[in-house]
């Protein structure tokens, strides 16, 4: 049995650590960018801490025909949602552009169903030109925030930053070629499992993403 070390007593104050560790951005008028749901508290924190817009970086994966779990692309949210295929999947699959066209549609009406959740039917606050900071509460393999790295790309970003309180060595190693800079506050080397670096990791419910979206209204106007 391993001795785990706990990093972080919940969300709130990893994300209110991870502020501090970004306040040099704060000039930049940055867009933090939340991956649903835990990603959210943390976010809110940095958010607050650099009076900064906040929005949701939603990610659905494009599963292949009659094997839903396998997945062949991902669409990211946006004001002009991004669709990033796994090329290799692609050659495995070899699925019909109409299968696709059909797929996307499927994720981004799930994609436009959980904003109206979440925003009460808000537009996604536009990207382009901005310095965005992607959140979550940790990352394991790195596969999601990949993906959404590499959206942010198409989507002309000025500059994309990746913020977590905690992740595996190996895999910030591997994303630090898909954002403009990573700052993680943990990165022990016998990493397990996200929530084994904090005390409190209960999950965060829909209520609490809409909750803290709305409080953060608090320090800025409503996005037009």
Request: aromatic share 4%; charged share 25%.
């Amino acid at each position: 049995m391993f001795a785990t070390q706990t990093e972080f007593n919940d969300r709130h104050e990893a994300g209110q650590r991870l502020a501090e560790a970004l306040e040099h951005l704060k000039e930049e008028n940055p867009l933090v960018l939340a991956l649903p749901r835990g990603g959210v508290p943390v976010a809110f924190e940095v958010a607050k801490a650099l009076q900064a817009q906040i929005d949701l970086l939603m990610v659905r994966k494009l599963g292949a025909p009659g094997h839903p779990e396998y997945g062949i692309g991902a669409l990211v949210d946006g004001a002009d949602p991004q669709l990033v295929l796994n090329e290799e999947a692609m050659q495995v699959v070899k699925p019909s552009p109409e299968y696709v066209e059909a797929e996307k549609q499927r994720q981004l009406a799930e994609i436009e169903r959980r904003r109206e959740t979440y925003f009460a039917g808000r537009q996604p606050i536009p990207l382009a030109g901005r310095t965005v900071i992607v959140v979550d509460d940790g990352i394991a393999t790195g596969g999601t925030v990949r993906v959404a790295l590499k959206a942010l790309r198409r989507a002309k970003v000025k500059r994309a930053v990746l913020a977590v309180p905690v992740a595996p060595r190996d895999t910030l190693d591997s994303l630090k070629a898909d954002a403009d800079e990573v700052v993680c506050l943990a990165a022990p080397l016998n990493f397990r499992a996200v929530g084994l670096h904090y005390r409190n990791f209960s999950q965060t419910s829909d209520a609490e993403v809409v909750r803290l979206l709305n409080a953060a209204r608090e320090w800025l106007p409503e996005p037009q």
